[in-house]
């Protein structure tokens, strides 16, 4: 299929306003970084997902699926193929009963825990200030402040690569810390039903708020980012670590480890290198020497790789097979600057290559039940 096929194909599936090329992805991350998509494109209904990402398939196009482009990074060099964001057009919630809500995958965050509480439902206030869309905090099981998703989840309905519907239970989701089916087969959040218990909404929103005056005073808001880098390991806490290795406030290019909160690696200076500082950039050492931790990113491989398979309507892909986030001797960085600080404790090892992007990783994806 040609180009101007592929355009026409999508203007008349979408509509013309809904699609466009050459779109720069970094009007599309919070990290603020990302080169351009060849197509970008705005689906208005269920209906439409489904046709597009068959049409995809016939094709053999690639594409990815996004939402709030949150814990997302996007090579500088974009990505050749489609680009398709559930957003405005996804962010229905439908009151099933008094505590049982169904809320669409594009629905951020913020927005659906505000509504709840207006409600007067409690149980989503961990979620409200997460960065995302129901479909990536259904994807990878979001969680904060003691809260998960798989807390409050009934049920989610999801599309395969095939582009048919399958509603999935809560144990059929196979929840875990930061995981699930859903990341595993690649499958596309539709929407989530979620069960919620009564509450007094003016408590609801005073916890909601406490949260967030939390989040303002630990964590580098003002700067642009994908959240909370590492995955949690029980006994470790890694902000602490990457501290005591000398690397709080530690920069290559745009990228810099947060001296408010070393858990964060932030966008210091809107330079584009930061992609390729931060997926390339890791290494298969620990972070002390003396404690040998895993500590293992939220974050995703980019996805100028075509090779990966789609991700859900949301936030999260899978973390990196790496042990450390360090910034060691860099592969592409623009200046060259110096590895990591002769201060630091950690262990000077080789780097790990990034991924070969000509192997696909993708799992066998086995049918859902229906």
Known sequence: ?????????????????????????????????????????????????????????????????????????????????????????????????????????????????????????????????????????????????????????????????????????????????????????????????????????????ENIKELSQKRRMKQPLEYPSAGSTFKRQEGVITAKLIDECGLKGFQIGGAKVSEKHAGFIINYNNRKYINKIIIRNTSRHSLCKSTQPIATPHLPYSIQHPAYPPTDAGIFRQPLPIRSFLFQKPLSAPDNPPAVPASSPCPQTPSVPFPDSTHNTRAQRPAPRH
């Open 1 to 205: 299929m040609s180009q101007n096929d592929l355009l026409e194909k999508l203007k008349d599936i979408a509509g013309e306003s809904q699609v466009r090329t050459d779109e720069p992805m970094s009007s599309h991350t919070t990290f603020r970084i990302g080169g351009t998509a060849d197509y970008f494109v705005m689906p208005s209904s269920v209906e439409e997902l489904q046709t597009i990402i068959r049409l995809l398939k016939k094709s053999d196009i690639n594409y990815y699926v996004i939402g709030n482009g949150s814990n997302l990074l996007v090579g500088d060099k974009g990505f050749r193929g489609v680009i398709i964001q559930l957003s405005d057009a996804f962010d229905e919630v439908e009151y099933i009963d008094d505590v049982t809500v169904k809320a669409m995958s594009g629905m951020k965050l913020s927005r659906l825990g505000n509504r709840l509480s207006d409600k007067g439902l409690a149980g989503f206030e961990f979620a409200t200030g997460i960065p995302g869309t129901i479909g990536g905090a259904v994807r990878m099981n979001a969680g904060a402040y003691g809260g998960e998703i798989k807390d409050i989840i009934v049920s989610a309905e999801v599309l395969d690569q095939n582009g048919d519907i399958h509603t999935l239970g809560k144990d059929e989701l196979e929840l875990g810390y930061r995981t699930s089916c859903i990341m595993k087969y690649g499958y596309i959040v539709v929407s989530a039903t979620l069960k919620l218990s009564k509450g007094d909404t003016d408590e609801i929103k």
